[in-house]
């Protein structure tokens, strides 16, 4: 039985990995959030639902002895991780020149620091095996000024490179791990509505499903992809984001600073 460890499990694309292993089988999980109440709930809905067996360990990955604590569990020998989903994530409705440096920081540890630090200990662990298999959750925002006035893109652009950087080089293939980068688009999770971000924003053609997107991914990280872009419209756009000129893909982009004022995200 393979052993699973999600983070952001607890809300959002991490939930939509966590349930899809466990109605697919053959996975026990490791599901990581900072509320341990709603983990609770959300193993025992796994158990009785798909007789999956699911470890919780609340964290605030932002925290050093809570990320210490995950990557224990994550390098643990005796019972190994085969597969690491690094969804945790976050973003704010509140526009970057509004906001306080802290409160950036913040959304930088959730969105980059932390997810390279637990990519950096599996691919030791999984590589001293030769075997396993990493699925970093950025966004198809990292390819361009997708966002305006805000840092979510450049911390999801740092989390792509990192990726990239790693599974390219000559000792990640050679290890036996897969590495992945996953850049959705909008996605219908709670996300816009834990950030403040009016659904509003986003038309209609735009929206993916998040059991799609899952099944989609897991597919290419199968196949060996190294990045993974769900649906054809968002290849479109990632493809434009990549190629045509910024300042085009600026004009079209959303300003949060045009946004109206939202409650700030609490922790």
């Not at 999600?6 to 959030?33: D, E, M, N």
């Not at 959750?137 to 997708?146: I, K, N, Q, R, T």
């Amino acid at each position: 039985m393979r052993i699973a460890l999600v983070t952001g499990a607890s809300a959002g694309i991490g939930r939509a990995f966590a349930r899809h292993l466990a109605a697919q089988g053959g996975h026990r999980l490791v599901l990581v959030a900072r509320s341990a109440a709603i983990l609770d709930a959300f193993a025992g809905e796994l158990r009785d639902h798909h007789a999956t067996e699911a470890e919780v360990i609340a964290a605030d990955l932002t925290v050093p002895a809570d990320r210490r604590r995950v990557i224990d569990r994550l390098t643990d020998q005796a019972t190994p991780v085969d597969l690491l989903i690094n969804a945790a994530g976050m973003g704010y409705s509140v526009p970057t020149t509004s906001n306080t440096f802290e409160r950036e920081e913040y959304l930088l540890d959730i969105n980059a620091r932390s997810k390279l630090e637990l990519t950096l200990h599996a691919l030791r662990a999984m590589g001293g095996r030769g075997s396993g298999e990493i699925v970093n959750v950025s966004s198809v925002a990292a390819l361009g000024p997708a966002w305006l006035d805000s840092t979510y893109g450049a911390s999801q652009a740092y989390l792509l490179a990192a990726t990239e950087s790693l599974a390219y080089s000559a000792r990640v293939r050679r290890s036996g791990v897969r590495l992945m980068a996953l850049l959705p688009g909008d996605t219908r999770t709670e996300f816009n509505a834990r950030a403040g971000i009016p659904d509003s924003t986003t038309p209609d053609w735009r929206w993916l499903s998040a059991e799609r997107l899952v099944r989609d991914a897991l597919r290419d990280l199968r196949a060996g992809r190294i990045t993974s872009i769900p649906s054809r419209r968002y290849k479109v756009l990632a493809w434009a984001l990549r190629h045509g000129p910024r300042s085009v893909a600026a004009r079209v982009a959303l300003d949060f600073g045009t946004l109206p004022p939202a409650p700030p995200v609490t922790r």
